[in-house]
Each structure stands twice: as C-alpha cells, then as structure tokens.
C-alpha cells in the first residue's frame, strides 16, 4: 500500500511563492519515482515535475523553469517549491509515486495522494 501526505497548499497572491511537501513511508521513498502533477479546473491532470530515486528529473510544461522538485532522504518527503505563481496555476496538486522511471508525463499510472489545493489571486 503507498501512503502519500501532501501538504502546503494554500492561497498566495499572484508572483508569490508556496512549497508543497509529500511525505512518504521509507519503503517507498527509497523505490519510487515521486512527482507533482496538478488538476487545474477543465482541463486534464498535467505533470508539474516528477524525480526518480537516483535523482533524474523531469518537468512538465507547467513547471515553465519556475517550480523545483527536490527529495529530502532523511524526511522520506519529496518537495515541490514554487516560485512567481500566476492565477492560472490555480488547481489541485497531486503527489505521485510509481515504480517506473519513463513514461512519467502520463498521468495515468502510479499511485496519488488526496492532494492539495493551491489558490493564486490575481
């Protein structure tokens, strides 16, 4: 069974910044790939960035050079700091993990937290 925790969200004015946390157990920290996709209303969930166990990343065109996805070993969590938010990043984002190492704009596979709604005012 994967256990994800996301928390962080929230209501920031537009330009500002939040960071969002997932936090895991230690067994799958250590064999996932975790990553951040995001359900923005009326349109479908898109990956935001996702990082493999060994470090390698991928980015989404959400992230748009200004989100980063980070993991934390020692606090089983993987991080996603956003920076210069705009309204239209408004949604729900999701933390993800699945095994597999490719593939990982697909947003149909792996398994997802109760995510966390992020609010950006204009």
């Known amino acids: 069974q994967v256990q994800l925790v996301e928390s962080g969200g929230g209501v920031v004015m537009a330009g500002g910044s939040l960071r969002l946390s997932c936090t895991t157990t230690s067994r799958v920290f250590s064999s996932h790939t975790l990553g951040w996709y995001r359900q923005i209303p009326g349109k479908q969930r898109e990956l935001v960035a996702a990082m493999t166990i060994k470090g390698s990343i991928t980015y989404g065109d959400a992230a748009a050079g200004r989100f980063t996805i980070s993991r934390d070993h020692d606090k089983n969590t993987a991080y996603l700091q956003m920076t210069g938010l705009r309204p239209e990043d408004t949604g729900v984002y999701y933390c993800?993990?699945?095994?597999?190492?490719?593939?990982?704009?697909?947003?149909?596979?792996?398994?997802y937290g109760k995510g966390t709604q992020v609010t950006v005012s204009a």
């Open positions: 993800n993990a699945r095994v597999s190492t490719v593939g990982l704009t697909s947003p149909d596979f792996g398994s």
